[in-house]
């Protein structure tokens, strides 16, 4: 195997079946780092359960379509070890010995749990120590890298934080993670707004070409442009924020022609679905291959668990020498 440039941890919250979001935020870089370093890629279905607790029957649905999108798009298994995050029990093990060393009063400046608190909501103990779980999934494989996007940068210094902390109590066990941040392009949902499985204004990856192109069809535009020779704003235009993503070359004629009235939106539109279209095309063909065979999804997390927990089985015998704790029984981890 070639040097790698490093260990790579990161993951997302299975929201089902994903979208134009999820693939320019996350999943394009995911996949370009593969030959680079080595990857893990989890999928974190505690973390859903801080907000979905309610009911948490969708879940096994949602893993399902999450990792069948993820395969689509190219995660590959043979790279990458690619598993869900309560498969690896070691981890809560991890997050629990964390949640001992980490101050309440940096929790409560989560960014994500003052949101929660300003909108009146009650927030549960599990949601409090989102960031201390996040810090273990990572800690837990020494991944000394994390692809993210910049609303998960407070995550991030917090579990650099808790690794500074571990080390000076009890010595070095983790490096210090690093965020690996790189420019997204702003996808914005059928509304203007970001797009987000929870505004309802997402194209997944998995909608058929005439559900792609309906969805098109509605999203806003500039309110000023009624009118084909109405001229338009494209700087404002969710639809032109796509055209640049998916229509490279065109994109600035587009822009353009928009702009002097020459272009109405409807045409602007259409032509949107059809890059879009063409961009979907091979990634639901794998979809629609993935789809019918089920069990080798199984598999491919079985395997990929199993691999996740060697490494985090070695990291615990690591953390657990590290804090002195004592037991006959650890003295016989059971094989991974
Ligand atoms: N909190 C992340 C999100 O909402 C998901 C996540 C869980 C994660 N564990 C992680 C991301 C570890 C990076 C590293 O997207």
Redesign the pocket.
Known sequence: MPQRKGRI?????PTGKIHLGNLEGALRQWVSLQDEYECFY?V?DW?ALTTAWEDPSALEQDIRDAVTDWLSVGLDPDKSVIFVQSSVPEHSELHLLLSMIVPVSWLELNPTYKDWLQEGKAPHYGLLGYPVL?AA??LIYRADT?P?GKD?LP?LEMTREIARRFNRLYGNVFPEPQALLSEFPYVPGMDGRKMSKSYHNHIQLADPPQTVQQKVSQFFTDPHKLRRTDPGRPEICPVFALHKIYNGTEAQGIGEDCRIGKLGCVACKERLAGKLNEALEPIRERRARWEQRPSEVDEILAVGAAKARQEAVKTMEQVRAAMKLWSPALERTPEA
Request: net charge negative; charged share 20%.
């Open positions: 941890l990161s993951g997302l919250r989890e974190a973390h996040q999934d990572i994390v993210v998960q995550h």
